[in-house]
């Protein structure tokens, strides 16, 4: 420090350890909580030395919630979109950054809208688009007449159906269709010198190998921020699973943690609760805590 | 900032952007367009296609107090959490930069909360504070009645606050300290040299360099309330007791997906999309241009 400041050092340190404290508390609560049985978990004040039954508890929110599966279907969502985003926004970056075809601005910029409307506030008609995919494309074609022609010539009466409630491909791709990464990968690719090109130009590569052999290779750093920060964005994920999932067997994780909410009659069976509550914080934690770097970069990176 | 070197195919071109325009096409703007066709028309109940209402939809919206309490609990839930979530981020990262010992742990373990579902630390909120067990009981037991989300609008309100900040304030520490670290270490050097104390550095150099910072975060904190704030409501209240939690978003959901009013849910949605909207271009427009020292 410039100064010695000896009372404000040790204010600074009080503070700092107070907000510690306050950020770390709630996950210490949780899991010792988890740890309770029935009785001791509603006690108050509850002790905060654990209790003994913490594998029990996990063990039946892990039963009651039916965990393992919609672990499974949280990971696979997360990873899809994670990997969708990833090589999606890369693809797009590339075409807005090397080439100049007419309209690029306009694409440009029908990209760079969808950053301003979350999937939330326009959840109601993305859901009734998820539920038959190809609506949008019918609706096209009978409004310019292409049905009607269809039918004329060939006798065959177009309707396009093909839904994706309850599916994989309906989980991931309305999450993947945002432009966060796309920008995240134009700015980058703006920094790399055109030296490059040229070279890789010279020596005869054409667009698709210098895509490949050059700017993907250099672009690992960005891929890695990018793919930590939609995994977890995709992991918690809420309302647009809830919605869409209305079979329990593509239901993810976090929307099942509605089904540990204690009832009102009785005694609420918070430990039961607080550990379902450890097992879904946990994975993402764990993503967290060991790609630190790559999460604090993406989180920077994607928004600015 | 434009490419000097770039490739001559136009349809290679093209083929790159296709899979992403094919994306944002089906799953942002057909559903976009669709909310303003539902917005403008209404559902008749034996099936039989949309009849054209015109406004009527927002007419009967903007007439209904339901809606403008959902707005207000929306506003203060949006201000107060902000507010919270940004002030505590911004201590804490403030405090972080003068870089004494272990300021590295709480570089570290100050942005864990963020990477927890809203739902999740809902549940863990949920018990937290709950009136007859976990803390808050422990307060009932002092003043008897004191504590009740369940029953009082305002204790619900204050719950989803606290549970949205504790999420936030790792968001906005990291930005925040971001800025503090992009501020020339020579400045802060010159100003203690001519004898400016700790305060008088941040207010009179820190404070007014992380500026674009602070209007950056505000939007963005805004936005994510009224996005994130969902899993916590459903979580923690259901938009109750007496629809004090009756958020935007959490309203659009239970119009549209329980009570099957498409056209009324739609009507709201567009209404928070202009919202936004007119959020993200002030963000753009107005405070880039006003706010910026570099």
């Known amino acids: 420090m410039v100064e010695r400041t000896p009372f404000l050092n040790f204010f600074t340190h009080v503070i700092l350890f107070v907000g510690f404290v306050l950020c770390i508390a709630p996950f210490v609560v949780v899991a010792i909580a988890a740890s309770h049985n029935l009785r001791d978990v509603n006690d108050v004040p509850m002790s905060l030395l654990p209790g003994s039954d913490f594998w029990l508890n996990i063990k039946t929110a892990w039963t009651t919630a039916d965990l393992g599966p919609k672990l499974l279907n949280s990971f696979i969502m997360a990873a899809g979109v994670a990997a969708g985003k990833v090589i999606i926004s890369a693809l797009t970056a590339f075409s807005i950054v090397y080439f100049r075809y007419p309209g690029r601005t306009l694409i440009f910029w029908l990209i760079f809208v969808t950053l301003m409307l979350p999937l939330e506030v326009r959840i109601v008609p993305t859901y009734a688009v998820v539920a038959n995919v190809l609506s949008p494309y019918q609706a096209i074609l009978d409004v310019t007449g292409l049905s009607w022609l269809i039918e004329k010539v060939s006798g065959v009466q177009v309707s396009l159906s093909l839904g994706l409630l309850n599916s994989y491909s309906g989980l991931i791709m309305p999450l993947i269709a945002t432009a966060t990464g796309t920008f995240l990968y134009r700015q980058f690719f703006l920094t790399v010198p055109d030296e490059l090109t040229e070279a890789a130009r010279m020596d005869g590569a054409g667009a698709l190998r210098f895509f490949i052999d050059i700017l993907l290779p250099l672009s690992r750093n960005n891929m890695a921020a990018l793919g930590t920060i939609m995994f977890l964005w995709a992991w918690n994920q809420y309302l647009w699973p809830l919605l869409i999932t209305t079979d329990q067997s593509h239901a993810t994780a976090v929307t099942e943690l509605k089904q540990l909410i204690p009832n009102v009659g009785g005694i609420p069976e918070w430990n039961i609760a607080m550990a379902g509550t450890l097992i879904v914080m946990l994975p993402p934690l764990i993503v967290v805590v060991l790609m630190q770097r790559w999460f604090v970069r993406g989180l920077i990176a994607t928004e600015k | ?294």
Not at chain 2, 113 to 133: D, N, Q, S
Not at chain 2, 196 to 206: A, C, E, H, T, Y
């Open chain 2, 1 to 294: 900032m434009e490419k000097r070197v770039t490739f001559g195919s136009w349809t290679i071109g093209i083929l790159f952007a296709v899979p992403q325009l094919l994306l944002i096409f089906t799953f942002f703007y057909w559903p976009a367009g669709q909310a303003v066709y539902w917005s403008l028309t209404l559902q008749q109940p034996w099936g039989g296609g949309n009849i054209w209402v015109g406004l009527d939809n927002f007419r009967s919206i903007l007439a209904n107090a339901d809606y403008w309490n959902s707005i207000t609990a929306s506003l203060v839930f949006a201000g107060i959490s902000a507010g919270l979530a940004m002030f505590v981020g911004l201590v804490l990262a403030a405090l972080t930069d003068r870089q004494l010992t272990g300021s590295r742990f709480y570089r570290v373990v100050l942005i864990w909360p963020y990477g927890i579902a809203a739902p999740a630390l809902a549940m863990a909120f949920r018990f937290i504070l709950a009136p007859e067990a976990g803390f808050m009981a422990v307060v009932n037991q002092v003043w008897p009645g004191f504590w009740d989300p369940g029953l009082d609008g305002t204790d619900a309100m204050a719950s989803i606050i606290i549970a949205f900040s504790w999420k936030y304030v790792g968001y906005n520490f990291i930005f925040f300290l971001a800025a503090f670290q992009a501020i020339p270490r020579s400045l802060i050097e010159a100003a203690a040299m001519d004898g400016s104390g700790v305060v008088r550095r941040f207010w009179d150099i820190q404070f007014p360099l992380i500026t674009p910072t602070i209007f950056f975060l505000l939007v963005i904190n805004i936005t994510e309330s009224f996005q994130d704030s969902f899993g916590i409501v459903d979580i923690m209240t259901s938009g109750g007791p007496a629809n004090a939690t009756n958020l935007m978003v959490y309203k659009i959901y239970s119009d549209g997906f329980k009570g099957l009013d498409y056209s009324g849910a739609a009507a709201q949605s567009i209404i928070l999309m202009v919202l936004i909207v007119v959020l993200t271009i002030f963000q753009f427009r107005f405070i880039e241009r006003r706010v910026h020292y570099r």
